[in-house]
Every structure is written in structure tokens, then in C-alpha cells.
């Protein structure tokens, strides 16, 4: 059912300043009919029985030279498997053998052939060869038997931001990005936690942007529904200290460390082993500080480029950059959850960069995916500084 957004998705690329052809195979017909996509897009369809122009020009060499990337959505399993085994019998793949430039992949299937070995064998085996993947995300399915799961193709919207990334160069190519996301969970007990609302957004737009832009990435997240992204290597973790440790073990071999976790600054000072009984009146909970993570990286930097996140309530200007003078940082994100649509958990965010001498620029809202490519565009031109 996914296939009825594609005339959406397409109006949507062309107002945003795109050109667009559209290619479908015959499955593709049981769902949109060839005149509205031809409408959507503004000229002929290519599709099984237009192989071969009037004047002879085969159009899968045609188009694949003349695009910048090929969108497929949705992307189904049986898609994915002809693209990985290198096949070209229909439209979809035979232009991806003939060379298009660059592939998003925009998948749509139900949880357990999303989550299958051989399929996900496939993506990983897709995003080794550079192409790129937006979602899936978790939603409601066609089927009411298929839940809630990861499966539903992201929104129109999310594909057409994805797919204006690919007009970027790999300018990240040989560059080793560290990510931290998601918040950390400190235990009072095998039950109880305290923790945040982060929903590691921002962290797995970053991870994902990076990778696009050629980058070898590690994703170490806190606790977070979201799906791995493909290409990426992700450690999950639970508290601060193995956010620390993990991202310890991999901070000396990374080139950029993008530090977007929401780590939490106390932890209990003692735990119970036990779950402890809920017992009337007053109790006292002792909290001690977590090892500040930046902190102890920063005296193990030499080459590394290193950016931060800092949340206030209120204007922080003048304490975001203290943070990133203490810390070494080349610059810090200051982020403000407490306003309404950019909080926790939100599709976007509205930042001010701060710079270690205090300088600032206050960033209009934009998409979380759009605030990763504008956090790498930064961090890009710094570690040309630094090669230069």
C-alpha cells in the first residue's frame, strides 16, 4: 500500500526543484495506474513495454546517465534481493546495473521480512556498495495482523530530504565519524531508572547523513526504538559508563566525534540488587555525578575534531561556550527542549552553534536530518582546516 505515495512523493521532489522520470514495474500498477504517475511527473512512464525509444535508444542506458540518483519507493524485499545479486530483469534494477550514480532505497515490508537475515544480508550488502536507505520507520501497516512494527516506508516528506542529500559529494570519504545518541538509563534497582526522554533522533540522522556522505561511522546509542540505520556500526549501551567505555575503545582510531547523547549527569549512589518494596512515607535518594564523557576524551585528543550538544531551558550562550572552550570542542550545538515542537522526540530541532570564543548563530527549525548535513557541512570544512 505504500506504492499509492509515490505520486506524492514525486509532486513533492519537483517542488523542491527537482526533474523527475518515473520508472515502474508491473506490480507497481496493481496500486497507482500509469497516468497519474505520468501526471505527477510530467512525462512518459518507462516501464516493461517501453524498453526501446521510438528511435531506438535503449532507455535503462539512457536514463542511467542522465539521472543523479535513482529513488525506489517503495522498496520491496524482492527489489533489494534482485539489486544485491546484481540482476536486471525489470526497469528498477536494470537501471541500477546500468550505472545510476547513486540509489535510496525507501523500504516497505512487513516487520518480520524487514527484520530476516537474507534481507537484511541484502542491505547491508546494498549500503556496502555506497547506496543509501531512509527508514523504515515503525507505524501503522496495511495489514491490522502486521502491528506497529519497523516496516511502514517513511513519509513522502523524509524521501524527498534524503534524496536532496545525495546532490552532496562524499566529502566525508576516509573520514572515521563517531556518533553518540539516545540517553542513558542509571539504575536504582534491576527495575527502576532515572533517565530522559531523548528518543535519539538527532544522533541516527547524523549517523546516517555521514555515512551518505562517505564516511566509515559508529553509531553507540543509549536505549532507543529506533532501527539501526544501514551501513552504520552501532553499539548499544545502557548507562553512562559504558557510553564512556565504548566510545573510549573507538575515540583514538575516529577523525570526528559528534557527542549528540543525552547523557545523564547523576547516577544513584548505590544500588540494589533486588527490587526494592514500595514503602509508605518519605525516602532519600543519594546521587553522585557521572564521569563527565567529553571531558575525559578531551584529554586524549590529537587529531580529532570533537562537537557537542548542550541543552538549556534558558539562554545559554555564555555557559555553551565555557563548555566548549574547557572541552576542546570546534563548536557546540546548544538546543533547547523545553520549547514547544523541538523537544524530545520531535522531527525537529532549533539550535544556536556556539563557538569556543563565544561567538554564535542562532539556526532557523529545521528537519532533524536536515540539522545533521548542516552539523557535517561544519565539521567538514574544519577538518580541511586542519588537513590544510
Request: net charge neutral; charged share 25%; with cysteine.
Amino acid at each position: 500500500m505504500a506504492a499509492i505515495k509515490t505520486p506524492t512523493l514525486v509532486r513533492r521532489l519537483r517542488q523542491a526543484g527537482c526533474e523527475v522520470r518515473v520508472a515502474a514495474t508491473p506490480d507497481a500498477y496493481a496500486f497507482v495506474t500509469p497516468l497519474s504517475l505520468a501526471v505527477a511527473s510530467g512525462g512518459e512512464v518507462f516501464d516493461r513495454d517501453r524498453w526501446f525509444a521510438a528511435d531506438g535508444r535503449v532507455r535503462h542506458l539512457e536514463w542511467s546517465r542522465w539521472a543523479d540518483g535513482l529513488i525506489v519507493a517503495p522498496a520491496t524485499a524482492d527489489a533489494l534481493a534482485n539489486a544485491a545479486a546484481g540482476r536486471a530483469h525489470d526497469v528498477i534494477s536494470a537501471l541500477i546495473v546500468a550505472g545510476v550514480p547513486r540509489v535510496l532505497w525507501a523500504p516497505a515490508m512487513n516487520p518480520s521480512m524487514w527484520g530476516h537475515a537474507r534481507v537484511q544480508h541484502n542491505v547491508e550488502t546494498l549500503a556496502g556498495l555506497g547506496h543509501d536507505f531512509v527508514g523504515p520507520v515503525q507505524g501503522p501497516l496495511a495489514s491490522a495482523e502486521e502491528g506497529e512494527g519497523v516496516g511502514r516506508m517513511a513519509e513522502p516528506d523524509a524521501i524527498v530530504s534524503a534524496a536532496l542529500g545525495l546532490r552532496f559529494d562524499r566529502d566525508l570519504r576516509d573520514v572515521r565519524v563517531l556518533v553518540s545518541a539516545g540517553p542513558t538509563r542509571e539504575y536504582l534497582d534491576p527495575v527502576r531508572f532515572i533517565s530522559n526522554p531523548s528518543s535519539g533522533r538527532t544522533g541516527f540522522a547524523l549517523a546516517e547523513a555521514a555515512r551518505a556522505r562517505g564516511a566509515a561511522v559508529t553509531l553507540v546509542s543509549g536505549p532507543s526504538a529506533l532501527s539501526d540505520p544501514p551501513g552504520v556500526h552501532v553499539v548499544r549501551v545502557e548507562d553512562a559508563a559504558g557510553m564512556l567505555a565504548a566510545l573510549a575503545e573507538r575515540f583514538d582510531d575516529s577523525d570526528l566525534l559528534v557527542m549528540s547523547a543525552a547523557v545523564g549527569d547523576w547516577r544513584p549512589a548505590d544500588r540494589s540488587e533486588r527490587k526494592e518494596p514500595k514503602t509508605e512515607g518519605e525516602r532519600s535518594l543519594r546521587l553522585v555525578r557521572t564521569t563527565d564523557i567529553l571531558a575525559t576524551l578531551a584529554t586524549r585528543r590529537r587529531h580529532q575534531v570533537v562537537v557537542g550538544f548542550a541543552m538549556e531551558t534558558h539562554e545559554g550562550v555564555e555557559r555553551a561556550a565555557r563548555k566548549a572552550r574547557d572541552k576542546g570542542l570546534a563548536f557546540i550545538m546548544l538546543n533547547y527542549p523545553a520549547r514547544p515542537g523541538v523537544g524530545f522526540g520531535t522531527a525537529e530541532n532549533e539550535v544556536t552553534l556556539v563557538r569556543p570564543d563565544g561567538s554564535s548563530e542562532a539556526w532557523p527549525r529545521m528537519s532533524k536530518r536536515d540539522l545533521a548535513d548542516a552539523i557535517l557541512d561544519r565539521a567538514a570544512a574544519r577538518l580541511a582546516e586542519d588537513v590544510g
